[in-house]
């Protein structure tokens, strides 16, 4: 079914009765591929965190990772101002991701309705892209344009349950704010009585992650091309103060021609301290720092980075145990090997990214210049324009 031919029984159906007739006609949601979720033991030798929902996932999750409650204060107020679509901003370069001004510039044919309010009547909805803990996600097209795009539909209630509004209003404003073409686009949001809607860039190719699991492994071009893209991508959010906290297979999507996008900004950060202490993310990722309860900063994007290179070429993540106690211990150890296949020149960018001390961990652009990034990747070398860091406060 072509993507014009999604949208022509979507008029009949409005609010919740659209979203629960999608969902009755594509049970196959539920047959995406998942990993299998670990259940928290309260016996792991590691501190105790209160227990909240990962907010704002549209792919699969691994695990739910806890969230510090102090900054659920008021969300529920903010969540249910009178917003609408994102203005223009003035000047990007020094974003102020906490003002309460939300503002973004919508590109190409929704320009033209930044500065108006929009609401689910500008969209002819169609088929299921994904399902979420709080949601899902709908191939969308703005009526009046016909410009094709995705609608990540999500629920008050459910937000407000989980105590997670906070983690919303960060992930809208400093997604909103970036610019790049490996990081999915938000175009703008609004919202109704029960429900919040955000306006997405549309990546036809699906999950990353869905890809790997019929693949099984990436060869070492696919996997430089992807690190290659990621790493650019991580060294423009670095560039504006933005940790992102949670890369995995999971929150990268595919474009048109194949290209990564960074899609999941729910564990993201604005934070010029560059010091932060809450525990976040995923198990298979979290790097010593983060499990030993120290604070961190950006370089947790780097062990990510790591794990995920590992996870690439070899099929699963490396210190990937049965046990949450198991794994807690090969990370804190930085304890993992290498299957025979597995070539010279990746494992010493592995080895180089994988270090217990986040200072010495291979800083973002050596990772772009590396010899066997370099030698495998099909992109070329992007040029770079001086970017101006962000200098205001992180609300988290």
């Known amino acids: 079914m072509g993507i014009n031919s999604c949208f022509t029984y979507s008029a009949k159906f409005q609010g919740n009765r659209l979203i629960a007739w999608h969902m009755s006609l594509h049970p196959q949601l539920n047959d995406a591929p998942k990993r299998v979720p670990v259940v928290q033991n309260p016996k792991r030798p590691v501190p105790t965190y209160p ?3 990962l907010g704002m996932l549209s792919a699969p999750q691994r695990l739910q990772r806890p969230v510090s409650q102090s900054h659920h204060t008021n969300s529920k ?17 020094s974003t102020n991701v906490s003002s309460k001004t939300e503002s973004a510039e919508a590109a190409g044919p929704l320009k033209e ?6 609401t689910l009547e500008n969209f002819d909805v169609g088929r299921p892209l994904g399902k979420g803990k709080f949601g899902n996600v709908y191939l969308a097209r703005e009526r009046e344009s016909k410009f094709i795009l995705a609608l990540k539909v999500l629920f008050k209630k459910q937000l407000e349950k989980a105590g997670v509004e906070h983690q919303l209003r960060r992930e809208v404003e400093i997604q909103s704010h ?3 073409p490996n990081i999915l686009r938000l175009y703008g949001y609004f919202h109704d009585s029960s429900r919040v809607y955000l306006i997405l860039e549309f990546a036809p190719k699906g999950e990353l992650y869905g890809e790997l699991q019929r693949c099984g492994r990436f060869d070492e071009r696919k996997s430089a091309t992807y690190i290659a893209e990621l790493a650019d991508a991580l060294q423009y959010c670095h560039s504006k103060n933005v940790i992102h906290r949670d890369i995995k297979p999971e929150n990268l999507l595919l474009g048109a021609n194949g290209e990564l996008k960074i899609a999941d900004f729910g564990w993201s950060v604005h934070t010029p301290s560059s010091r932060r202490s809450t525990l976040c993310g995923t198990l298979d990722y979290l790097p010593p720092e983060m499990i030993e309860g120290r604070t961190h ?5 780097l062990w990510s980075l790591g794990v995920l290179i590992y996870e690439f070429l070899v099929g699963k993540p490396p210190f990937e145990t049965k046990s949450h106690e198991e794994t807690y211990r090969k990370i ?7 299957p025979d296949f597995v ?26 210049s590396h010899p066997w990034v370099l030698e495998h990747s099909m992109k070329p070398p992007r040029q770079r324009k001086p970017t101006a860091t962000a200098t205001e406060g992180d609300t988290a």
């Open 297 to 301: 900063d950006e370089k947790v994007d």
């Open 332 to 338: 804190s150890r930085v304890e993992f090997s290498y």
């Open 51 to 53: 227990q909240q929902g």
């Open 178 to 180: 970036l610019r790049h």
């Open 113 to 118: 309705k930044s500065k108006k309010r929009w």
């Open 77 to 93: 107020t903010q969540l249910d101002q009178n917003t609408q679509c994102f203005q223009p901003q003035t000047q990007p370069a």
């Open 343 to 368: 070539s010279t020149g990746s494992r010493d960018l592995i080895g180089k990214l994988l270090k217990h001390d986040p200072l010495h961990r291979l800083p973002i652009l050596k990772v772009l």
